[in-house]
């Protein structure tokens, strides 16, 4: 905790990092072609203001300035230092001007990627930072680059336009191209900054930072790995309220797996974890690096979206019907045009002119048509305006942009431009660019963009974090908990028996299904032949009573040693009297001498969820929810819900996700009970929050009713640390 | 017949169409502006060889030459004639010519998109056609460009440079837009064809023409709508055996097709069905503008693909594995590489770069290194090479290019570069374009074109003409058959009555559920009260025989009148005994007076299908088989199977289609019998194929087994025309 405190008083003056008044270059030198002299050249002739010093104890005299032999003896103050020599000598340098020089950028290479050594070299400087205060980007990165104060800290060439976008890259290269690619999209950067290894400035730092910064209004991050998954949720949260946050997580694929960690040594986490991540906290995550950039081009440049719903307006009727193709699956719609408008329009359109949306000005359009249909759909409810346009026969390509740029200036609809086509359309598309208004050269990667960031502009992000606090936690469960799991670690299971999981579902008031354990005397093996039923003891897991026991019942072997039982032949279901459930437990001791067995009577089915816990990596434990019965993994219907978690959100999440058909009344047949499963899944988030050490629970099926019946879990798995 | 036969014989000679000799044009002016002076302009002006005749009754001379009063008045031979004058006279002026030429190009709108005037138009045109051995395109189009003889016979300007696609399309500005952005991509044409409102020629001649056309590689059309289905699938199949046809089909949301019958008047079919019509004939779907430009750029410039294995060469980590990542959901793959191929890169790439595919040269790389790694891969198996790179400090894109260029003509992998950048790559781009190299901006966009061609290269299209021509029709089930339908039609049903569909089902030899048909004696009807079960007579549906009713069974509606009988509480179930009968009975009774009443078995249910005949507008009858069961309508796993077919084709459709899942072996679990039900699909086919005025057939639940157990259909219902 002492260790996080430090970190982040030191991480809140990155103002003074990026923006620093002096700059002191560590390995500076004039041999062309090394990245040192990349470095200084970036510095001293792309126009930035502030002073700077060059060090490198082999030079009397760089750039016909004075040169230093190390930062230390340098006598003015000293905002940022660049250190650009063998990783083998960085550490030391940085340690030696630690008094001095609160800021450094790593470019150096040498650290956690190259393997055990480059670790180890890693971690030192991340101590050296936590005891010295120290802010601390890279090692193994670009830098930075702030166009603002013409500042590029990096060894990437150029300086772009000052714009809003900060982009923060763990990949330089991408960053590299990225900002190369970004001129001729209109791209324009409040910062750039390369990640490389996070040994200390990690996206969760940078993303608090930026979410400050005024100059800033769209923070992009490509990362292929998060450092802190907890403190990523708890930023993450807090930066989406204030301002977009576009996010690509390279890793998707187990071949791309590999590649990333012989890449950077990050921990990919689940996909389907960290989608659950950026959906909750709010981030805007895009599935690839076209839509990454096409969300950043438009969220930068347009108005907030007021609503879902969209006009287009086009020349051409096909084009039309593609844009309006590209609103299939999406959350944003095709407006319908009011009666008024529709007048309007008629006044002015020829005939064959198409009223409907998408408005078809036709293939003779000129400017004056444009203009007057803008005008006339500006009194719309709409949101959302594409103006397609082809470049026919005589079409006035410029003409019309300036139609376009004129109106988006007065309305407050978030307008777009879909201008297709190449020589034609190339100055119409300069005008666009100049003003801000983002084309897309299809019209699918509009409607794609728009509809991302409706999402945001819709965006409902919980504030759970006071919640959380004052959500008490029962010591008394936990405590019994605890004792319960303590007993299995001391006999070595890693899984808890059914008993003991069933009086944990007891403690956290999940129902389970009744359940009778067969007490198996090893000592009286022998007897078993002759009268296998002799030493069946009913017990109620509850409280030990002699239970009846009512047909039809299912067997089942219960062992932490034999996790899939169905598959094992570990589970006999169905059996309809006493004669069949000897001969069952026969089998079953047969098969797995010396393990439990338990008897469950067969419930009736009317819907059943696989619902549990499974600890991430990075994110902590996560609650899982999905679709059972037979075809649960064909279909793969899973909900993951991401603590800190209140009842509130699980309904919502429930509702609004895969699951929600469940919860709405369909075709006559009643909605399951929202609240009741819902409250199910907050217990089991207590319980992840209570009792750290449980590294898996699985309940399957939790059966499930739309009538009054209560849900059961039946089977029930818990894998502990 | 006959009307087939001529237009085939007509059309059979589009070669003199596309490359005549000798053009007239009427309703050519002067006049700046008029669609009549920009095609004459374009034929004049643009390159082509052949004898222009220029036609317009008010005029002796235009562009400095002859002009006719009619086409008819010129006594060389006109190979094709351009019409453009307003709808009005356009049918006159074909009728007169039609003796002395054959082919005509009809320019002038106001045919059957303007409303019922023009469709009357239209159709007359077509007679004419039909009557007189013509071919016409249009009307309401732009006509075509044939680069190669540098004729541009419409009145889109320019001329694109001559290449391999063929290009067709619905829209004239979706036409203009993509020859205009075609340039900057690369992508070269052997012809551009606009079709317009298709009275004579359509998307199925065109194929059939360009799949003989040996200047054209690749076909690309983009259609609204389809317009002889049946004539499609012939063609398509034939000519998807030769060429790629890659098509993009707009019209995907309601919303859309409104736009589209507003546009063109074209019938959209159902989405689902024309997807499976694509798949089974082979034809490349694309989704969206960008997707069909991208497949059409790689498939015009590369090789085809051998098999599914792709190798990544890349300069940059990030970039390397969202490439990797991209092939999340392919059917190609990333190839693992040998170890003599490993040891080879080892030789001469650094110590950190990565051997595994993506194969990573690391940032500081020259053209050497990327000569070398191609050098060293192509010995390895796969069939694909994408060269990734990013203009990271002094990499020599250009020279990388220049291997990549030199690679490629050595190589028999299918080559394609992921460049990304701007300024700083835009020579390499022009190198590789030059060079037939297609570069895509982003590395989703290759994996994804690459991901399409490979599945044409594995294409595996059924030719069952033969097949078909040879499969009897069974005359005497046919003609009981229609007995069945015609004694409904003369009764006014649009539904048979269960017991007829019933024996429909024994006709085509498909098992049914026991099911007793309850005689309901209406003259009876007060006694109802006192005694219901008096007028209950058992009576199995196959012989008439009295029955012994086994419990647990159903009480079902059997009505014409009530199809959606489960939601109109037209069905009881699991009725366990005599009395419980009774009581359904008479609930039955009097909720539905009049109407018959079935009984069957409860039977055991392990998988429900929903199976069928639905008859599109377009295509005919296909036929459909899905997941039923309770969450059928959420998850939608259907399959639809285009006639003719061959039980092979329906088994490997099943197997490798959404329901795949159902005959493979899975978790312990046994398969599903393939043959059996691609036997009742067959079955279902057969049907379709005898009898023309079955609607729609809808057989759910048939319950299948994955044991030695029958399938049975249980419920059934025939709509008819």
């Excluded at 030191?10 to 090394?34: H, Y």
């Excluded at 389907?272 to 599935?287: M, P, Q, R, W, Y």
Aim: aromatic content about 6%; hydrophobic content about 40%; charged content about 30%.
């Amino acid at each position: 905790m002492e260790y996080n405190k430090i970190m982040l008083d030191s991480k809140d003056n990155l103002e003074n990092f990026f923006n620093p008044r002096s700059i002191g270059i560590v390995g500076a030198t004039e041999k062309e072609g090394k990245v040192g002299s990349v470095v200084v050249k970036n510095i001293l002739n792309l126009g930035y203001n502030g002073e700077v010093f060059l060090v490198n104890p082999n030079y009397k005299e760089l750039f016909g300035k004075k040169c230093y032999s190390g930062l230390e003896e340098i006598e003015e103050k000293i905002d940022l230092a660049i250190i650009i020599v063998p990783a083998k000598f960085v550490n030391d340098i940085v340690k030696n001007a630690s008094e001095k020089v609160k800021n450094f950028i790593i470019i150096s290479a040498g650290f956690s990627e190259i393997g055990e050594e480059g670790k180890k070299r890693e971690m030192e400087l991340a101590d050296l930072a936590k005891k010295n205060g120290l802010n601390i980007l890279g090692p193994n990165c670009l830098g930075f680059i702030n166009p603002k104060i013409k500042l590029n800290a990096s060894f990437a060439g150029g300086m772009p336009e000052a714009g809003n976008v900060a982009f923060m890259s763990q990949s330089g290269a991408l960053a590299v191209a990225f900002m190369d690619a970004a001129e001729k999209e209109g791209i324009k950067f409040s910062n750039l900054v390369s990640m490389g290894n996070k040994a200390q400035i990690d996206e969760a730092d940078l993303m608090e930072y930026f979410s400050k910064d005024k100059n800033t209004k769209v923070i992009a991050v490509y990362i292929e790995g998060i450092k802190d998954g907890r403190q990523f949720i708890k930023i993450a949260r807090k930066t989406s309220l204030k301002k977009p946050v576009i996010i690509l997580k390279a890793g998707k694929t187990e071949k791309s797996k590999e590649a990333i960690s012989s890449h950077t040594g990050a921990l990919a986490g689940s996909n389907e974890i960290i989608s659950a991540v950026f959906n909750k906290t709010g981030i805007l995550e895009t599935d690839n690096l076209e839509n990454f950039s096409d969300l950043i081009k438009l969220v930068s440049e347009t108005k907030t979206i007021a609503n879902n719903q969209a006009i287009i307006i086009t020349n051409a009727g096909g084009p039309g019907v593609l844009t309006a193709d590209a609103f299939k699956h999406k959350k944003i719609k095709l407006a319908d045009i009011s009666q008024e408008t529709k007048n309007k329009l008629k006044d002015f359109l020829p005939e064959e002119s198409s009223l409907e949306n998408p408005i078809d000005l036709l293939g003779d359009a000129h400017e004056d048509r444009y203009k007057k249909a803008l005008e006339s759909i500006d009194q719309e409810k709409a949101g959302m305006v594409i103006g397609v346009l082809t470049p026919q026969d005589q079409t006035p390509c410029e003409k019309i942009a300036r139609e376009i740029i004129n109106f988006n200036s007065k309305t407050n609809k978030t307008t777009v431009a879909v201008f297709m086509g190449g020589e034609k359309i190339a100055e119409a598309l300069s005008l666009l660019r100049e003003n801000n208004i983002p084309n897309f050269s299809f019209p699918e990667k509009a409607v794609r963009a728009l509809d991302k960031y409706y999402k945001w502009s819709a965006r409902d992000i919980y504030d759970l974090e006071q919640e959380e606090a004052s959500i008490e936690i029962r010591k008394e469960r936990q405590k019994k908990t605890l004792e319960i799991i303590q007993k299995a670690t001391m006999e070595n299971r890693s899984a808890l028996l059914f008993s003991e999981a069933g009086k944990i579902m007891d403690l956290y008031e999940i129902s389970v299904a009744e359940t009778i354990t067969v007490d198996i005397d090893v000592k009286s093996k022998n007897e078993e032949k002759e009268n296998p039923d002799s030493r069946l003891r009913g017990n109620d897991i509850k409280n030990g009573n002699d239970m009846e026991i009512k047909f039809p019942v299912a067997v089942k072997i219960d062992s932490d040693k034999i996790l899939h039982k169905t598959d094992q032949q570990g589970v006999i279901l169905n059996i309809k009297n006493q004669k069949e459930l000897s001969a069952a437990l026969e089998k079953m001791k047969n098969n797995f001498p010396g393990e439990n067995i338990i008897i469950q009577p067969m419930l009736k089915i009317q819907a059943e969820l696989i619902i549990g816990i499974k600890k991430d990596k990075v994110f902590g434990p996560v609650i899982i929810c999905g679709l059972g019965g037979i075809y649960a993994e064909i279909f793969k219907t899973v909900e993951f819900f991401i603590p800190p978690l209140s009842l509130d959100e699980i309904k919502k999440r429930l509702l609004n996700g895969k699951l929600g058909f469940l919860f709405k009344k369909t075709r006559g047949k009643n909605p399951y009970n929202i609240n009741e499963t819902a409250e199910i899944l907050m217990k089991l988030a207590s319980l992840a929050r209570e009792i750290e050490n449980i590294k898996e629970i699985d309940i399957n099926p939790l059966l499930v009713y739309n009538n009054e019946k209560e849900a059961k879990a039946v089977d029930i798995k818990i894998v502990i640390n």
